[in-house]
């Protein structure tokens, strides 16, 4: 059964942050978006509220790691991140009320202090 949904991608590789609508039944569909071929969910608090985050769970064995979700300046989830909402145990579309409140928690981190130009998307969590 399709199930579309709309989802936030922090995509560190791209260095954006982006909607979308992906099949939110289908793990090979977010594979893609992450381009990986395990992933993980967590959970975190933005604002009191919790959201969804799939993201790459291989993603600390890559040469150079960059963080996509930081709680109390610690980095929690490395590489591209699918953020959504969930109802049970199924993924769930953001409304525009969550993307909003979500990409106002999102700062461009510097990932090389040579090149200030050079930034990446980065989520901070409650």
């Known amino acids: 059964?399709?199930?579309?949904?709309?989802?936030l991608v922090d995509d560190v590789n791209s260095r954006s942050v982006y909607e979308t609508e992906v099949d939110g039944n289908s793990a090979s569909?977010?594979?893609k978006i992450i381009k990986c071929?395990?992933?993980?969910?967590?959970?975190h608090l933005i604002d009191k509220e919790e959201y969804t985050f799939i993201v790459d769970d291989e993603g600390l064995l890559i040469q150079k790691p960059v963080p996509s979700v930081v709680k109390n300046f610690a980095s929690i989830n490395v590489g591209t991140t699918i953020i959504c909402k969930s109802e049970g145990s199924y993924f769930a579309s953001l409304s525009d009320k969550?993307?909003?409140?979500?990409?106002?928690?999102?700062?461009?981190l510097r990932e090389d202090c040579d090149n200030p130009d050079k930034t990446f998307p980065t989520v901070f969590v409650d």
């Not at 059964?1 to 989802?7: A, C, E, G, L």
């Open 98 to 108: 969550d993307i909003a409140k979500i990409r106002k928690h999102i700062k461009f």
């Open 37 to 43: 071929e395990c992933i993980d969910v967590g959970y």
């Open 1 to 7: 059964m399709n199930n579309m949904i709309k989802v």
């Open 29 to 31: 569909a977010l594979s």
